[in-house]
């Protein structure tokens, strides 16, 4: 069975400074990995995907991914953050079929709190 | 704006009731996803439908059931609804060939049941 781990629930970045949030996936076949960001009160909001090819996916907003097979990851990073990047973020994988993309797993989600 | 559409963006009712939730996805997408989000759940796969036709099902209860319409809206009926079935409901589309692109997600309909 698919799943998603996102081992920190809160994490406090202070304005400026670089971010990492971290993903594992557990997927039987090849994976298509997501991050997804949710402000409060809002929808899912696509910041980037995963499907094949370069490892290191450039996504929205200047946040950035890489997949490591080895290591069964996809970790999101930003440079610098700002306040408005406050909110939850949620690593998701699925798959493939000849009806487009399958059901998405979701990891816990990780709160991201920016201190100025 | 992911391009999805749903409405109502918030019920309130109350147990024993019934309710529908109505989601049109991004224009040319044939795959509707319903996903319920809760506290205790997380964000959860309910079911998705193909051009009309039901393609997977998750952890959808048997209360609760779906359809896509000729015009490619679906919705999602909720039947005989209980307190814990408060939550966060929302709808994505994807384009639903083989390339992939990722899933789209509406702002969510949010279900209060007193």
């Known amino acids: 069975a698919q799943s998603v781990t996102q081992p920190d629930i809160h994490i406090t970045v202070s304005e400026g400074a670089s971010l990492e949030l971290r993903c594992n996936y557990s997927y039987g076949a090849t994976p298509y990995l997501f991050w997804y960001v949710q402000s409060p009160g809002q929808g899912l909001q696509l910041l980037l995907k995963?499907?094949?090819?370069?490892?290191l996916v450039q996504g929205i907003k200047g946040f950035e991914a890489e997949f490591k097979r080895s290591q069964s990851s996809f970790n999101l990073r930003k440079p610098s953050v700002h306040w408005s990047d406050a909110a939850e973020y949620f690593c998701a994988v699925g798959g493939i079929s000849n009806f487009g993309n399958e059901k998405l797993t979701f990891g816990t989600g990780t709160r991201l709190t920016i201190i100025p | 704006d992911s391009g999805v559409t749903q409405t109502p963006k918030h019920l309130i009712t109350a147990t024993g009731q019934r309710v529908t939730l109505r989601c049109s996805p991004r224009?040319?997408?044939?795959?509707v996803y319903w996903y319920q989000q809760s506290l205790d759940q997380g964000l959860q796969f309910l079911i998705q439908?193909?051009?009309?036709?039901?393609?997977a099902k998750g952890n959808i209860l048997e209360r609760f059931s779906a359809q896509q319409f000729p015009d490619l809206h679906s919705e999602l009926n909720l039947s005989s609804l209980e307190l814990g079935d408060s939550a966060l409901y929302f709808c994505a589309s994807s384009h639903g060939d083989s390339t992939g692109g990722g899933q789209y997600f509406g702002a969510g309909t949010r279900l209060s049941v007193l």
């Open positions: 439908y193909y051009n009309g036709e039901e393609r």
């Open positions: 995963y499907f094949s090819g370069d490892t």
């Open positions: 224009s040319g997408d044939l795959s």
